[in-house]
């Protein structure tokens, strides 16, 4: 079975600074995927940034980039000069490659970005 | 393009009653599932579907029934609400070789 480990419940940060969500992750299956969700105060689910099992290199999508570590079952999101517009719940999550990408979802960490 | 539409966006249902929650898609994607987010807690999968007529098991399927008669419409059904489906219900929908989700807006359900 796939689990997602979310061991930030909140995280504050001033506005400007980078900031790291951490992800850990336990699956025996070899290809899998991993992903990064926001949910802001209105409640949709956006998605951020993926990152796939046999990918060599960390992902950037802008301002977000996923620090992977496979040996260490880590997949934590930074955000570079954070913004107010991130105050929002975030997720990590994973599928793994054997038919529809069900996703499991980590309990989440609630960032707040202060001026 | 209107993505994937779910109705309604709230509901209060009473103990024992009976809901359908409406999921519709228009991005001709195979698959499409249905997932509940209890408060502050993440989303756990309920049923998904890789296809019309072809539906399976999630996580936390008791309480719960699906059917995919059509490739757009992947409805939700409640029999005998309880407390305990008090919940943001999401539908998403998804190519099979393509990564990521398109999700709804969610409905929000409260069971007293």
């Known amino acids: 079975a796939q689990k997602i480990t979310q061991t930030q419940p909140g995280m504050f940060v001033q506005e400007k600074e980078a900031v790291t969500l951490d992800c850990t992750y336990d699956?025996?299956?070899?290809?899998?995927?991993l992903f990064w969700y926001k949910q802001p105060s209105s409640g949709e689910m956006i998605f951020l940034i993926y990152?796939?099992?046999?990918?060599?290199q960390n992902a950037t999508e802008g301002r977000y980039s996923l620090n992977f570590q496979k040996a260490r079952k880590s997949a934590n999101l930074v955000i570079s000069a954070s913004q107010l517009g991130d105050s929002a719940m975030y997720f990590c999550?994973?599928?793994?490659?054997?038919?529809?990408?069900?996703?499991?979802f980590g309990q989440g960490t609630r960032l707040t970005i202060n001026p | 393009n209107a993505g994937v539409t779910q109705t309604p966006k709230f509901r209060i249902l009473k103990i024992g009653q009976s809901m359908t929650l409406q999921c519709t898609q228009d991005m001709n994607h195979n698959y499409m599932y249905w997932y509940r987010q209890d408060p502050g807690m993440g989303l756990k999968l309920i049923y998904y579907s890789v296809g019309a007529g072809i539906t399976d098991k999630g996580e936390v399927p008791n309480g719960y029934n699906v059917s995919r008669s059509t490739t757009e419409d992947f409805p939700l059904r409640l029999e005998l609400a309880a407390p305990s489906q008090t919940s943001v219900y999401f539908c998403a929908s998804s190519y099979p070789d393509r990564v990521g989700y398109t999700f709804g807006s969610g409905t929000r359900l409260t069971v007293v």
């Open positions: 999550a994973m599928s793994v490659a054997q038919g529809a990408q069900k996703l499991v």
């Open positions: 990152q796939g099992s046999y990918d060599e």
């Open positions: 699956t025996s299956d070899q290809s899998y995927g």
